[in-house]
């Protein structure tokens, strides 16, 4: 069968509201103190950035189904309509990237909202930094936060860039956003990403 | 007697191991003639899911040397300590395999201990390996496909790759197995899994294989076809290797399992191969979830001394874990299915065109992750 014609019988398979988020993938809400947290993301409240969902903790905590976990501390407008990503690995299990490719997927279809990937940092509006710092990739990582042009974005992705997690060093450098998960899913992804860019979110 | 691997200094077998064992480099071919230059790719890179360099060496077309450093990305993980937190590591080596790291990880300890985990336990394990396969191949035919230029279909797989992760978190509450797996206990509600999306996958595939465009650049592509091979390389050279059939780790032969193979050792063999699997494994997961029950956690007691090996299947081969256990305490290291797969990958590619790189690249399912680990 023709590729065109295979694809318009498949109709749309874009969603129009959030769906599909995994329980241990949601914020967590605090029923009782645990003291016996692996990454300490449960000291005086639950810390988004720390927790790894080990799942070590329920039923002190459980999941809310809530996937806005996200933080963003500044805005950019200018990139509104359209959002250039430049997605560097700089320690991963793989997870973040596996994630992050998927909001590419017809399910999310992150162009209807302005953004795409780019191959290049001198391209990018924004850089999306994802895993522990290794020592291989820290000179790397320097590298591709000065070729991107300003006005730009740093977001980081993943308990481990965040906080470190539970595998070694986080990201030390200053980040416009934040994305907590372990790996996060497409949708809080998604909903960190439209309200960089100045949107309500996801 | 088939070889697996380098686990330490060890040679690892399908059915012995042998002290002395060489050094494998990640590096093939040979160069030194006029008018040849090198350029680097990587390692952070359009192209590149994750961060590895190659430094590749040619006279203009041809590729005629290749060097790869997967260690830019070098993660220090001690995979030593109490089970639990061991387990919380290894599940975070390669998300893509982290059914498999797991489960080869415990599979050893509980060898170790000479705790047999009961039936209902080792199904489950079957379902999570098999819905992780189902993922993999999704994903890699996704990005073989998407290489090609073939958007329609390349999306088409994406989504079926994201529905399957969707399976996976509604089942296992995690879309990558994390937390799910312990001593004789799979945290999972397997009465959710519906793959009814991939009922027609067969046509889906058939439709892919009348794409000349696509078969001329899977053809003759990354030939590789010698003795030491694993997983879906090895299958796609005609060779029954798969520890599904021949590790006795998991009951696969209780559901009538036999491996796929295809006669075709280069990038179409490797794509048809895990194409084929696709389906195998929804038909493997309908069965061993006739076979699996629903089960409490119970705590498991870990105690005394001993030492345990466990190879099992993961989507790119065969996975190797050995522990030390002393007392409560566990020491573990492992072989991953990458490291062999890479040494393959860099030989296959000399000779060819760099054009033809990324389809080479992709269909060997390589997760550098895995390969930059340090255990100290």
Same mark, same amino acid.
């Given at each position: 069968?023709?590729?065109?014609?295979?694809?318009?019988?498949?109709?749309?398979?874009?969603?129009?509201?959030?769906?599909?988020?995994?329980?241990?993938?949601?914020?967590?809400?605090?029923?009782?103190?645990?003291?016996?947290? *692996? &990454? #300490?993301?449960?000291?005086? +409240?639950?810390?988004?950035?720390?927790?790894?969902?080990?799942? /070590?903790? @329920?039923?002190?905590?459980? *999941? &809310? #189904?809530?996937?806005?976990? +996200?933080?963003?501390?500044?805005?950019?407008?200018?990139?509104? /309509?359209? @959002?250039?990503?430049?997605?560097?690995?700089?320690?991963?299990?793989? +997870?973040?990237?596996?994630?992050?490719?998927?909001?590419?997927?017809?399910?999310?279809?992150?162009?209807?909202?302005?953004?795409?990937?780019?191959?290049?940092?001198?391209?990018?509006?924004?850089?999306?930094?994802?895993?522990?710092?290794?020592?291989?990739?820290?000179?790397?990582?320097?590298?591709?936060?000065?070729?991107?042009?300003?006005?730009?974005?740093?977001?980081?992705?993943?308990?481990?860039?965040?906080?470190?997690?539970?595998?070694?060093?986080?990201?030390?450098?200053?980040?416009?956003?934040?994305?907590?998960?372990?790996?996060?899913?497409?949708?809080?992804?998604?909903?960190?990403?439209?309200?960089?860019?100045?949107?309500?979110?996801? | 007697?088939?070889?697996?691997?380098?686990?330490?200094?060890?040679?690892?077998?399908?059915?012995?191991?042998?002290?002395?064992?060489?050094?494998?480099?990640?590096?093939?071919?040979?160069?030194?003639?006029?008018?040849?230059?090198?350029?680097?790719?990587?390692?952070?890179?359009?192209?590149?899911?994750?961060?590895?360099?190659?430094?590749?060496?040619?006279?203009?077309?041809?590729?005629?040397?290749?060097?790869?450093?997967?260690?830019?990305?070098?993660?220090?993980?001690?995979?030593?300590?109490?089970?639990?937190?061991?387990?919380?590591?290894?599940?975070?080596?390669?998300?893509?395999?982290?059914?498999?790291?797991?489960?080869?990880?415990?599979?050893?300890?509980?060898?170790?201990?000479?705790?047999?985990?009961?039936?209902?336990?080792?199904?489950?394990?079957?379902?999570?390996?098999?819905?992780?396969?189902?993922?993999?191949?999704?994903?890699?035919?996704?990005?073989?496909?998407?290489?090609?230029?073939?958007?329609?279909?390349?999306?088409?797989?994406?989504?079926?790759?994201?529905?399957?992760?969707?399976?996976?978190?509604?089942?296992?509450?995690?879309?990558?197995?994390?937390?799910?797996?312990?001593?004789?206990?799979?945290?999972?509600?397997?009465?959710?899994?519906?793959?009814?999306?991939?009922?027609?996958?067969?046509?889906?595939?058939?439709?892919?294989?009348?794409?000349?465009?696509?078969?001329?650049?899977?053809?003759?592509?990354?030939?590789?076809?010698?003795?030491?091979?694993?997983?879906?390389?090895?299958?796609?050279?005609?060779?029954?290797?798969?520890?599904?059939?021949?590790?006795?780790?998991?009951?696969?032969?209780?559901?009538?399992?036999?491996?796929?193979?295809?006669?075709?050792?280069?990038?179409?063999?490797?794509?048809?191969?895990?194409?084929?699997?696709?389906?195998?494994?929804?038909?493997?997961?309908?069965?061993?979830?006739?076979?699996?029950?629903?089960?409490?956690?119970?705590?498991?007691?870990?105690?005394?001394?001993?030492?345990?090996?466990?190879?099992?299947?993961?989507?790119?081969?065969?996975?190797?874990?050995?522990?030390?256990?002393?007392?409560?305490?566990?020491?573990?290291?492992?072989?991953?299915?990458?490291?062999?797969?890479?040494?393959?990958?860099?030989?296959?590619?000399?000779?060819?065109?760099?054009?033809?790189?990324?389809?080479?690249?992709?269909?060997?399912?390589?997760?550098?992750?895995?390969?930059?680990?340090?255990?100290?």
């Amino acid at each position: 069968m023709n590729w065109f014609i295979r694809g318009l019988k498949k109709g749309i398979q874009t969603e129009r509201e959030p769906r599909g988020t995994p329980q241990w993938g949601s914020a967590l809400k605090v029923n009782k103190e645990f003291k016996d947290c *692996p &990454t #300490g993301a449960t000291q005086g +409240g639950w810390d988004a950035g720390k927790c790894v969902f080990c799942r /070590r903790c @329920f039923p002190d905590l459980s *999941p &809310t #189904g809530d996937h806005r976990m +996200g933080k963003v501390s500044r805005t950019e407008a200018k990139f509104s /309509r359209s @959002f250039y990503l430049y997605p560097i690995d700089v320690g991963t299990c793989g +997870g973040c990237n596996a994630e992050l490719k998927l909001i590419a997927s017809p399910q999310y279809d992150m162009t209807r909202f302005g953004i795409f990937f780019t191959n290049t940092p001198r391209h990018a509006d924004g850089v999306v930094v994802m895993g522990v710092i290794t020592e291989g990739m820290r000179e790397v990582l320097r590298e591709t936060l000065e070729a991107v042009p300003s006005p730009k974005v740093v977001v980081l992705m993943g308990a481990c860039a965040i906080s470190g997690g539970i595998i070694g060093e986080k990201v030390d450098v200053d980040a416009d956003a934040v994305v907590p998960g372990c790996p996060p899913s497409p949708n809080t992804i998604l909903d960190v990403l439209i309200k960089v860019k100045g949107g309500k979110g996801w | 007697m088939r070889f697996i691997g380098k686990l330490g200094n060890v040679c690892i077998y399908d059915d012995s191991q042998n002290e002395e064992c060489p050094d494998f480099e990640f590096h093939a071919g040979s160069s030194g003639g006029y008018g040849e230059f090198t350029f680097v790719y990587g390692p952070s890179a359009g192209g590149l899911l994750e961060s590895v360099q190659f430094k590749i060496r040619t006279s203009g077309e041809q590729i005629l040397e290749i060097h790869a450093d997967p260690y830019f990305k070098v993660r220090h993980i001690s995979l030593s300590g109490g089970i639990d937190d061991v387990a919380l590591k290894v599940e975070r080596i390669n998300a893509m395999f982290s059914a498999s790291h797991s489960i080869a990880f415990l599979l050893s300890v509980e060898r170790s201990l000479d705790e047999e985990p009961d039936y209902e336990t080792q199904m489950g394990r079957i379902v999570e390996l098999e819905l992780e396969r189902v993922r993999n191949h999704l994903y890699v035919l996704h990005k073989l496909v998407d290489t090609g230029a073939l958007g329609v279909a390349s999306y088409q797989l994406q989504a079926m790759q994201e529905a399957t992760n969707r399976v996976i978190g509604e089942a296992c509450g995690h879309r990558y197995f994390f937390g799910v797996n312990s001593l004789n206990h799979v945290e999972c509600n397997f009465e959710k899994v519906d793959l009814r999306y991939l009922k027609r996958f067969n046509s889906f595939l058939n439709d892919l294989l009348e794409n000349r465009i696509l078969i001329d650049r899977f053809q003759n592509n990354g030939k590789i076809d010698q003795d030491w091979l694993i997983g879906p390389t090895a299958r796609a050279s005609g060779r029954k290797y798969d520890a599904r059939y021949d590790s006795g780790s998991l009951p696969y032969k209780d559901l009538g399992f036999s491996p796929v193979i295809e006669r075709s050792p280069d990038v179409f063999g490797r794509f048809l191969v895990r194409g084929e699997e696709i389906m195998q494994s929804v038909d493997i997961i309908q069965e061993a979830m006739k076979k699996w029950k629903r089960k409490e956690r119970k705590e498991v007691k870990v105690k005394g001394t001993g030492e345990g090996m466990s190879r099992l299947e993961s989507p790119s081969g065969d996975m190797v874990y050995r522990v030390m256990i002393d007392g409560s305490k566990v020491k573990a290291s492992f072989l991953p299915p990458s490291k062999a797969n890479l040494l393959f990958f860099l030989k296959s590619v000399i000779g060819t065109i760099f054009t033809d790189f990324p389809f080479n690249w992709e269909s060997f399912g390589i997760w550098i992750s895995e390969i930059g680990v340090d255990t100290g």
